[in-house]
């Protein structure tokens, strides 16, 4: 048996940056992990490194207005709380708030990290004012992407491994919390062979032997169940988004299963908001699986055109990048497992991106020459790939052409073509003067105001069917599954809570297995760039309470 002042469970992101801060403050750590040292950082490494920050340089630059009240009513008109237990997560949000207004660039920019110019703008809303979404661009992406955010935390970890103040424990699966009179002292599980698989790829759990640490506080920062989908349809929301999809695509690695949240609660904690996630309505079959299973999310621009299953056009809010939940909402409703985007080769090679480090090497090698090339008549390379590999796309010269290869694609021949053309003739006749009636020509129009979308993200709006524009393009969208919303509920000390709302003596939580602070600091909706931020500022916090 080992002893520690501190044991940390994930080595992904939150896990680094709690295990960092606790070092420096001349804790002993351990982290304990059931992946190899390949997977060191986690999900984060597979990101896109979108940060949320509130009047930074870089939306000064940009010529975007911003402020920490704008911030706060975006931020809880997309959470909506409406529950007793939401007391936590709104002080959470509030903290966040604070942090992402004012230290958060600063103390990462110290750390070496920089951001693309351009800022991004996601999850935009489209409905009310004090409703969901972003009032502007938020979303800065970390130049290195994903790699980029976990390198400075990777970075001071082996120095502090080299040093002996944390050492690393993979391979190790911890199966329970120890405890002694409602202390938690510990951790105890199975050790599992070694497995040289590729990071992210599933390994085995072939178990060679069993382990038990001991420590004055444990720290979980496990993760979610995005990649367990018994848990995701066991914890989904049918009152709010009907029954969930008989097929799902998955967003992250099979390792993110959700296994500690129960073993957690076993140990005297509670987890609130379990029915609260975020799943993307945009996700295709990766030509080039890494993981079981493996989904890409589509990040789009404003101008598809967007069917479900049937071909029927969706309606406001749910258009391309505005409101992920509500378009989740009206597909489920309608009963599509899938649906469509419909564009042409001139909205694919500007709006299109494709979230992950390893689909954007440009950004994540640092690569100005390459990065360049998103400005040319092509699309860039990882989203050719798709158009040419992936079982999801269709190009063709005709609409007719294209609606019979979704067909052939779906299997299912529910497409009728003269029902679509009806639908994007009368979409196309809304482009021929500068006034409209159609809410996502007038988005489109809206979106190009902003210098950035009009740069790099946005097209010029053009009529679908003009064959100057084309060719066609037709895009299955599967359901991905990606993130837990809820989870441990904590205190703002990052202290993990039993049912009564006492602090568990030795317990602390961070990151998405927490909600990203509180059980729960985004409520019912996300604003994008929060899911790194929220595992840096748990992390911090966890790190800097504990054992104190």
């Not at 382990?211 to 496990?222: C, D, G, K, L, P």
């Not at 961070?510 to 929060?530: D, P, Q, R, S």
Request: proline share 5%; net charge neutral; glycine share 14%.
């Amino acid at each position: 048996m080992k002893q520690f002042d501190v044991i940390v469970v994930g080595a992904g992101l939150a896990g680094l940056v709690a295990a960092t801060e606790a070092a420096e403050r001349g804790l002993k750590v351990c982290i304990v992990d059931q992946e190899g040292r390949q997977n060191l950082g986690g999900q984060a490494f597979w990101s896109l490194g979108g940060l949320f920050f509130v009047d930074s340089p870089e939306q000064r630059f940009m010529r975007v207005r911003d402020s920490l009240d704008l911030a706060r009513q975006d931020w809880f008109g997309s959470a909506a709380f409406d529950r007793p237990e939401d007391h936590w997560p709104g002080m959470w949000a509030e903290a966040y708030l604070n942090f992402a207004a004012g230290e958060k660039r600063a103390w990462l920019h110290g750390l070496g990290m920089r951001w693309f110019p351009v800022v991004g703008w996601a999850e935009r809303g489209g409905s009310h004012a004090h409703g969901h979404g972003n009032s502007v661009p938020r979303f800065h992406v970390t130049w290195g992407t994903g790699p980029g955010v976990l390198a400075p935390f990777v970075k001071k970890a082996k120095a502090l491994e080299d040093s002996g103040q944390i050492i690393f424990k993979f391979r190790h699966q911890v199966d329970a919390l120890d405890s002694a009179n409602g202390t938690v002292i510990g951790v105890s599980g199975t050790v599992l062979g070694d497995d040289p698989v590729q990071r992210g790829e599933k390994s085995s759990r072939d178990v060679i032997g069993d382990f038990r640490f001991e420590a004055s506080a444990v720290i979980v920062t496990s993760g979610g169940i995005g990649g367990n989908h018994d848990l995701v349809r066991q914890n989904w929301p049918v009152d709010r988004l009907g029954q969930p999809p008989a097929d799902m695509v998955c967003g992250v690695p099979a390792h993110v299963d959700g296994r500690m949240i129960g073993i957690t609660e076993a140990a005297g904690g509670t987890v609130i908001n379990r029915d609260r996630m975020w799943h993307y309505t945009e996700g295709v079959k990766n030509h080039d699986p890494i993981w079981p299973n493996h989904g890409i999310r589509i990040l789009p621009g404003p101008s598809s055109f967007w069917c479900d299953a049937n071909g029927n056009r969706l309606a406001a809010p749910a258009m391309p990048g505005f409101d992920t939940l509500g378009t989740l909402k009206i597909l489920r409703e309608r009963g599509s497992d899938y649906s469509w985007f419909i564009l042409t080769k001139a909205i694919i090679k500007k709006e299109f991106a494709l979230s992950g480090s390893e689909q954007n090497p440009d950004l994540t090698g640092k690569n100005i020459p390459l990065l360049l090339k998103r400005l040319g008549k092509e699309p860039p390379g990882p989203v050719k790939a798709f158009m040419e590999r992936g079982e999801d796309f269709a190009v063709r010269d005709t609409l007719e052409e294209l609606v019979q290869a979704m067909n052939t694609i779906s299997g299912e021949g529910r497409l009728d073509p003269a029902h679509i053309r009806k639908q994007i003739e009368a979409r196309d006749r809304e482009i021929d003067n500068r006034f409209s009636k159609d809410a996502q020509i007038t988005a489109i129009r809206g979106a190009r105001n902003y210098l950035g979308d009009k740069l790099m993200r946005t097209a010029k709006p053009h009529r679908l069917l003009d064959p100057a524009a084309g060719p066609l393009i037709a895009v299955r969208l599967h359901i991905l599954t990606r993130k837990t919303l809820g989870g441990l509920h904590t205190d703002l000390n990052s202290r993990v809570l039993d049912g009564a709302g006492h602090p568990v003596p030795g317990l602390y939580a961070a990151g998405e297995v927490a909600g990203f602070g509180g059980g729960g600091m985004h409520g019912y909706n996300a604003l994008e760039g929060t899911f790194l931020g929220g595992c840096l500022f748990s992390g911090r916090v966890a790190g800097r309470n504990v054992g104190g």
